[in-house]
């Protein structure tokens, strides 16, 4: 088995070196200095589910995503294309639904 040895040059990211004057200045400096984020937690950041969450209500949609909306309106609409859809007011299920968020205090005004 022969194994071929290549050299390979890599270059790590630049580091300033700053002299400190004093013991107190270091730790005034150790507390307060920023230190950016590597580029895994700005990945993890980007990726957070809150942030995808607000960017998919702010951002504009694409022809894709407008496209596959109307067609579900369409289906929805068609599905009970010559009848009238059903009233949720007869269904037990939409009653235990109600009562729950009453109890839990969701058509309470907020300030």
């Not at 599905?79 to 058509?107: C, H, N």
Request: proline content about 6%; cysteine-free.
């Amino acid at each position: 088995m022969i194994q071929l040895m290549v050299q390979d040059t890599f270059y790590l990211p630049n580091t300033i070196i700053r002299p400190s004057l004093s013991k107190e200045e270091f730790e005034k400096a150790f507390k307060t200095w920023d230190i950016p984020d590597d580029k895994y937690e700005v990945a993890r950041k980007n990726t957070e589910f809150q942030t995808l969450r607000m960017l998919a209500f702010t951002l504009p949609k694409d022809g894709r995503e407008n496209q596959g909306a109307f067609q579900k309106m369409m289906i929805d609409k068609s599905y009970w294309a010559g009848q009238q859809p059903p009233m949720t007011v007869f269904s037990p299920l939409a009653w235990i639904e109600f009562y729950r968020a009453w109890k839990r205090g969701d058509f309470k005004r907020k300030r």
